[in-house]
Structures are given as structure tokens and as C-alpha cells.
């Protein structure tokens, strides 16, 4: 579980008067949960993300992973952190070094280590690629060593940060299958930062942040049957809600059961039958 209470951030600033963050937000992800977060650049997903995980910490108000409150300066381990980049959270020339890295820290036995490794690069597919150089690998494949470096540590949380913006469509279904598996197998709570609104629709909950608020929380369809789509906004919406999008701005109604163009048609023609009122 992830709770934010009356949760305020600014970051130092040498103008010293500059708007903060976060001014006493609340936010409540439950156990076991799958939430996607969406919203503006800037409006403040990756410093939730952060203060989350523990990488910063709130000028006031606490932050609670599954009850435990986290102290300041305290990064959490209960919390893994997937960042767009894999290259910056790569440490290591060899693959199944770099996701051995955290239980080495850890103090973890050698023989112990080696098989948590296999088990966790099996998890994400890249066992074949134990010895390779994490460098020469493509960008959805050192996430997914990345990936298998947060398993490793066996976290409650997983933080991702708009993790496939840096992955190819190939690959990218693969890894939003993985989390997806994640969730529902090993019931590991997700809060899941993301542009497109094809992985939000993923996610059981959707979070819209707007200048460090919370404007909408509640299944993703509610958001795409009820959302303005703010301009402005660098939200990716599928061409089918854009379809839909449209069509209700010349004013016809569209129910949010609609989820797929077969539906779609279907109720196009089902009201084309309907007598005229
Ligand atoms: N290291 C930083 N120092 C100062 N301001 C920052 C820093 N990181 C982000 N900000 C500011 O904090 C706000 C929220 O940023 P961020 O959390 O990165 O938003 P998002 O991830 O939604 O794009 C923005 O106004 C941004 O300019
Ligand atoms: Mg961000």
C-alpha cells in the first residue's frame, strides 16, 4: 500500500519563492493495487514517484509504504523505482552482475544470489543473455535487465516512471505483459507513470495529476468518458477514444461501455435502426 498524508514538497530553489510541488496532497493506493498516473509534463509525477520510493523527501506531511511511515532521507527497499532510462540504472558490464548488484549490497550468500538472479532474469526472458554486456543490448532489453535487478530484491512496491518511452513496440508489449503478470501473480502494488493512455487502460485505478492535484481518481474508462482532455496536455489517447471524442463533441452520445470498434459499430448501427425521437 501507498499513502501519501497531507504530503508537501517544494524543491530548494535560489529564488527562493518559487510554487511548491506538492501543498498537502492525499493519495491512497491500496494493497496489491495497479494504478496508472497520467498528467501534464511538470504537473509533478516523477517527484510523487520519488518521495514514494524515499529519493526525496516532504517538507511536511508522511509518506507510509504498507503502514511503515518513512523517516526522512530514508529510501525505502520495500519500493523499487524503474526510471525511463535503463542506461542510468545500470551498474554493471554483465548482465547477470548488474542484477545481482542490489543482493550484493544486501550481503546476500553467493549460491543464494546466483539463483535468485536466474529466477529473476527468467522472469523477464533475458536468461539467455546472463553473461552479455548489459551496453550492446536494446533499450527494452536493458529494461527488462533492470527490471530483473528490482525482482531480485523481491520489492512490495514497484514506482514506474514512464518505463517504455525508451523501448521498442516489440518489446514494449512484452514488458507491460510482465507487470501486468506482476500484479495479478505475485500481487505487487503498481503505481505506473505513463504518456499513453493504452498502458493506463491497463490498470485497474487511473490517477490524473494536474499542478500537484489529484483531478481524477477512479477506473481509466470513467476518465476517458468524462475528461475534458485538457489542451495542453501531452496525453496520447487512442485513435478509437478519439473516434469516440468526437463524435460526442457533435453532440452525439456515446455510453462508456464502448471500448472496442466492433462495440462501437455495433451501437452505431443498433441506433441507426432506432426510430427517430
Ligand atoms: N530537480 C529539480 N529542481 C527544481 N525543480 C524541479 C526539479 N525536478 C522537477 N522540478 C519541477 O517540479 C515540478 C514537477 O516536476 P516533475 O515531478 O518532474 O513532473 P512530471 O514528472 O509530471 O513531468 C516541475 O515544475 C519541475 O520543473
Ligand atoms: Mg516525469
Redesign the pocket.
Known amino acids: 500500500m501507498i499513502e501519501l498524508k497531507e504530503v508537501s514538497f517544494s ?1 530548494p ?1 535560489s529564488a527562493g519563492s518559487r510554487r511548491p ?1 506538492f501543498q498537502e496532497l492525499n493519495l491512497r493506493i491500496p494493497r496489491g493495487r495497479y494504478a496508472a498516473m497520467m ?10 514517484g520519488k518521495l514514494v520510493k524515499g529519493l526525496l523527501s516532504p517538507s511536511s506531511g508522511e509518506v507510509r509504504i504498507d503502514g511503515r511511515p518513512l523517516q526522512a532521507g530514508e529510501v525505502s527497499p520495500r519500493v523499487g523505482y524503474i526510471f525511463s532510462n535503463p542506461e542510468n540504472q545500470i551498474v554493471s558490464s554483465i548482465v547477470e552482475e548488474d542484477v545481482a548488484f542490489g543482493l550484493g549490497n544486501r550481503g546476500m550468500a553467493p549460491g543464494r544470489m546466483s539463483a535468485r538472479v536466474e529466477e529473476s532474469l527468467r522472469m523477464v526472458g533475458m536468461a539467455e543473455y546472463r553473461t552479455h554486456s548489459p551496453h550492446l543490448l536494446s533499450g527494452g532489453q536493458q529494461q527488462k535487465v533492470v527490471i530483473a535487478g528490482i525482482l531480485a530484491m523481491e520489492c512490495e512496491v514497484l514506482v514506474l516512471d514512464e518505463p517504455t518511452s525508451m523501448v521498442d513496440l516489440r518489446d514494449r508489449r512484452e514488458i507491460l505483459d510482465l507487470f501486468q503478470r506482476l500484479h495479478e501473480d505475485q500481487g505487487i502494488t503498481l503505481l505506473h ?1 505513463t504518456h499513453s493512455f493504452e498502458e493506463a487502460l491497463q490498470a485497474k485505478d487511473f490517477i490524473y ?1 494536474e499542478n500537484g492535484r489529484v483531478s481524477f481518481l477512479g477506473p481509466p474508462e470513467g476518465f476517458l468518458a468524462s475528461a475534458p482532455f485538457a489542451g495542453g496536455s501531452n496525453l496520447q489517447i487512442p485513435p478509437l477514444y478519439q473516434l469516440i471524442q468526437g463524435l460526442r463533441k457533435r453532440g452525439h452520445v456515446i455510453p462508456p461501455e464502448v471500448r472496442s470498434y466492433a462495440e462501437l459499430k455495433t451501437f452505431l448501427l443498433e441506433r441507426g435502426k432506432a426510430p427517430r425521437s
Do not use: A, F, H
Open positions: 524543491y530553489s510541488v498528467g501534464p509534463n511538470g504537473s509533478g509525477k516523477t517527484t510523487l507513470i495529476l
